[in-house]
Each structure stands twice: as structure tokens, then as C-alpha cells.
């Protein structure tokens, strides 16, 4: 489809629009996320509330663009790249409604735990793990606004750096359990956490290949890291 | 819309062929699930491969089917209920992979269990919640086909028991690592294997409410039970 640039289509509005929707998104999740980890490292149960509280908002937006999409579907009947466009929104809004949830799970960990001894270091690891997912997320979003397939599969490569550092804490958190079993309870949402958290890479690594399916019209050929990958040298 | 029902539009056509990949889809799922179970209980490892091989195809079928719904969105054009019912197939083939993934995730951690010491009642349990959750998959497909709201909302009261069943599980683990630290290990794969199971009950859960949004045109009202539900009482 040709398009002359200094002609902005109806389409190219909504589209617009509802672009403008998942960006707001994504930056609900980051925050939501960075103030998770925050609020389980200070012991802020005030903050991990909020997060709480804030994830009806991710969801009601993503409602609100899934809405807007199927409007736009049924109103502009876009085809090739533009219908590809909007059914790759419709996919980021669903994968950042699941990294919100994993926020809000996140904050719900992180009040249980505030009322449990501290298990030492491990809130430090959870956080630099979490900025490493966020910076993941934020670049995959990116990569979709600019349509650049090469920033998407740089997003993939990292990916694998996340799972390395669950993959650590995973053993971390056997040893402290091993070592004196009354950290178990602890440990366990701490896993869960991390667990949490590399699903969130997970989402962003999803977006990315999004990003390159939508720009270059096929999924890339190398295995991503996987969704549910066990560590099975743990095992 | 009013439909003469004698004649059968290529729209319907369509759909029925879409429907139908779906329903196969559904049905390698439950497969998948009740094989890892079976292969988690008896140490079949044979049985586990297959399983974890057996994800690609449906990985696959995903696929075909999510190429097919944007094949009849750009060429169909759908509006209205069609247009809802479009999107519903597409949100429920997603729904289904990521159910497939976590039955392949489950073959995997029972390969690993199986070059461990058994925990005494274990999958047992396990098996007894992937046959409820097998159950609630199937229902809220059926609940899809029938276009029964009455049968969805049955469906999305169902996943509670799940729930239970997770979260007495949750407490006989943490009894037994508590007791004997040797079991830690086995009992956090254990731990996963149970919340990937109460997740794929959230997948149907999803299902049964795509079909009452998609037949009544609203989301229920009542809460649903929760997609990252914390067993906060064993906090």
C-alpha cells in the first residue's frame, strides 16, 4: 500500500491513539515493577499497597485498547501491514496486562515477606534482576515505536542474561534453605518472585519478536530462550 | 445481523475451520497434561519425552490458526458479533498454547524428579489436579462450541476447588521440607508443577469468561478467583 507521508489516513490516527495507550501502559508496568522490588527492599508495606491497588488501571487501559482495537478492525477493515499492526497491538497490551499481574504478585510477595525474618542479600539480587527486566521491557517498546528489528533482536540476545540470573538466585535461595531450613517459607516467595520477574523477560522478549515478525514478516529461525525454562542443572 | 440459517456464508465456513483447529488444539493440550501427570507418577521418561517433543505441534497449530483468523479478518471484513467472535478464537488459541507450554514445562520437571527420591503422596495429588483442571479446559471449550454462558460461569466457580486443591498442596510441601530438608529440592519442582497446573486453570477460567463476554457482551461482574493468587495464609 503507498502512502503519501504528508496525507494522514484515519487509520494512521487511531492507530496513533491506541499506540499512545500501550506506551502509557508500559509505563504503568515499569513502575509498578521498580516499585515492587522497592517496597520488598524497604519494607514498605505502604508502597507495595499502592502497586497493589494500581494494577485495576493496567488492566482497565488494556481493556480500553483491546476495545479500541476491535473498533478499529471493524470500522477501517485494515489488511496486510496495517492489520498486522493492530493485531501486534492487541498482543502487546495482552503481554504487559500479564507483566502487570506479575507487579501486583510481585507487592503481594513483598507484604508477606515484610512480616518474615530478611533473608540476607536476597532483596538486592531481586532488585538488580528487576531493573534488568524493566530496561528489557522499556527497549522492546521502543523497538516497536521505531519498527527496528535490530534493537528487537538485541532484546532477545539479553533476555538470556535475565534467565542466567534467575538461574543464580534459584541456587542461592537451595543453598540458604539447605543451610537452615526456618529461611523455607521465605525462600519460596523469594523464588517465586524471581520466577516472576524472568517471566516478565519473557513478555519483553515476546514483544520484541513481535517487533520482528511485524517488520520483517517472519518469526526469527535461532531457539529463544525459553518460557519455561527449569534449570535443570539444580535439578 | 439476521441470518437465514439454510445459507452458510464463507465467513461461516471459515469460522467452522478455525473452530475445528481449535478444538484439536484443545484436545492435545488435555492430552499433554493427563501424559505428564501419568509420566511424573509412573517415571516414565519415555512418556515425558514425548511430551515435551509433542509442544511444537501444538506451537504449531497455534500459529496456523492465529495466520487463519487474520486471513478472515483482512478478507472477511467481520463486524459486530462475528468480528467479537473472530477475536475470541484468537485469544483462546492463545490461551491454549500457553496451557500447552506449561504441560511441556511440567514433562520437563518430572524428567528431572525422576532422578530423585520420591516424596510420599506427591503426585498422587498432582494427578488428582490435573484431571480437575483437564476437566474445567474441556467444559469451558465445550462452553465455546454451545456458546453456553450458564456452562462458562460454572466453569469460572469450578477453578476455587483448583485453587484449594493448589493451596493445600502448597501447605503439605512446605510440612515436608520443614520436616525433612533432603525433600527441599523435589518439593519446589514439585511446588511449580502445582502452579502450573492452577495457571492452566486460570487459562479456562479465561476461556469460560471470553464466552459469556462474547455471548452476553459483558465481562461478568463478580471477581473472579485470582490469576496470581498467594496462599497468604501459609505466609
Chains 1, 2 share one sequence.
Not at 485494515?78 to 507483566?99: G, K, N, Q, Y
Amino acid at each position: 500500500m503507498m502512502r503519501d507521508p504528508h496525507i494522514v489516513s484515519s487509520f494512521d490516527k487511531d492507530l496513533e491513539s491506541v499506540q499512545a495507550m500501550v506506551m502509557r501502559m508500559g509505563g504503568l508496568v515499569e513502575k509498578a515493577l521498580l516499585e515492587a522490588v522497592e517496597a520488598l527492599e524497604m519494607r514498605d508495606e505502604a508502597l507495595a499497597e499502592r502497586v497493589r491497588a494500581g494494577d485495576a488501571a493496567i488492566d482497565a487501559l488494556e481493556e480500553q485498547i483491546q476495545t479500541e482495537c476491535a473498533r478499529i478492525l471493524a470500522l477501517r477493515s485494515p489488511t496486510a501491514t496495517d492489520l498486522r499492526t493492530v493485531l501486534t497491538v492487541m498482543r502487546l497490551a495482552a503481554a504487559l496486562e500479564r507483566s502487570g499481574d506479575y507487579a501486583k504478585n510481585l507487592a503481594k510477595r513483598s507484604l508477606v515477606l515484610m512480616h518474615m525474618a530478611p533473608v540476607n542479600g536476597a532483596p538486592g539480587a531481586i532488585r538488580r534482576m528487576a531493573r534488568a527486566v524493566v530496561a528489557l521491557l522499556s527497549d522492546a517498546l521502543d523497538a516497536y515505536i521505531a519498527r527496528d528489528p535490530a534493537k528487537a533482536a538485541e532484546v532477545r540476545l539479553r533476555d538470556a542474561e535475565v534467565d542466567q540470573m534467575y538461574a543464580a538466585l534459584f541456587r542461592q535461595f537451595l543453598t540458604y534453605m539447605l543451610e537452615d531450613p526456618r529461611t523455607i517459607t521465605p525462600c519460596m516467595h523469594l523464588h517465586f518472585i524471581a520466577k516472576n520477574i524472568e517471566r516478565v523477560g519473557d513478555h519483553a522478549t515476546a514483544i520484541a519478536e513481535q517487533v520482528i515478525y511485524l517488520v520483517e514478516g517472519a518469526v526469527p529461525e535461532t531457539a529463544r530462550p525459553k518460557v519455561d525454562s527449569v534449570p535443570m542443572a539444580e535439578g
